[in-house]
């Protein structure tokens, strides 16, 4: 089963591909099923997008918050929650970087992932996020741990100390 969700194909240009939400990236892609799995892992399949608000389980604010406040267009974003609100359904909302995202929106409907944030200065409902990588242990490890092992070289102080 995957979640249902909508987000605003208007918002979206090829150009600013960079600043789509990793969750599109995903799903707004040309490639092969195999080819978006090999480069998003499963996020490929966890979704399937509709085309009306009213169908979504969730709506996704289509570009990462900062798109938005660089390129001088807030107000699609206002009006994203808005839409949202009309459907009666939750949006999330990515945020990059280190600073707080300053959302001009707030309420329990809106979902605010991002890396940094200070729960008791918002109005949203918050959820630290790390980074969207695949395991790099089965791409640098072969899916197995690899213990080195770690001596002390001749000459060492410690090593010194206790010859």
């Not at 918002?11 to 998003?40: C, F, M, P, Q």
């Not at 970087?97 to 959302?103: L, T, V, Y």
């Not at 890396?115 to 072969?142: C, E, K, Q, V, W």
Request: proline share 4%.
């Amino acid at each position: 089963m995957s979640l249902r969700i909508y987000a605003d194909r208007e918002h979206y240009s090829e150009r600013h591909r960079k600043a789509l939400n990793d969750i599109l990236k995903a799903v707004w892609n040309t490639g092969s099923l195999e080819a978006r799995r090999a480069t998003y892992g499963a996020r490929a399949e966890m979704f399937e997008v509709v085309t009306t608000p009213d169908a979504a389980d969730l709506h996704l604010l289509t570009m990462k918050w900062q798109h938005y406040v660089e390129h001088g267009c807030v107000d699609q974003a206002v009006r994203a929650v808005d839409v949202a609100r009309r459907a009666k359904r939750p949006i999330a909302v990515f945020s990059l970087g280190d600073f707080e995202a300053n959302f001009p929106a707030a309420g329990p409907d809106i979902h605010l992932f991002q890396a940094s944030a200070y729960r008791s200065r918002s109005a949203t409902t918050n959820h630290g996020m790390p980074a969207f990588i695949d395991d790099p242990l089965a791409s640098y490890g072969g899916g197995q741990v690899q213990v080195r092992e770690h001596g002390l070289a001749d000459g060492d102080p410690v090593h010194a100390a206790t010859a």
